[in-house]
């Protein structure tokens, strides 16, 4: 599992995830996409639910702290070449996402 420090979001929620998709896409173009989903979906939905503003906190995050250039260069297989999952959750410590790369197929 690894771990990246967000400078200005309290990620906060025990248990919440994202499920990210990567192929044919890396994981940065695989997050924007998510988020622009989730937000789409809240913009829509009468009352938006607690779940899914913790998992837009949890994006917006990931996308604004992470080097994706780094990231993609020493993890190739988040570059979208292959078809992984990764799965997004809020750290354990403060303002923390953790992502872990949950599957692999040729």
């Known amino acids: 599992m690894k771990q990246s420090k967000a400078d200005h979001h309290d990620v906060e929620g025990a248990g919440v995830s994202v499920l990210l998709q990567l192929s044919p896409r890396c994981i940065e173009a695989a997050s924007v996409s998510e988020h622009r989903r989730l937000l789409n979906a809240a913009l829509a939905s009468p009352r938006p639910s607690r779940s899914r503003e913790q998992q837009l906190t949890l ?4 996308l604004e702290q992470t080097d994706f250039r780094a990231l993609r260069a020493r ?3 988040l570059a979208g070449q292959a078809q992984v999952q990764v799965e997004l959750r ?12 949950i599957t692999r197929r040729a």
């Open 59 to 62: 994006l917006k995050a990931f």
């Open 75 to 77: 993890n190739p297989e």
């Open 90 to 101: 809020a750290g354990t410590a403060p303002a923390t996402v953790n992502w872990t790369l």
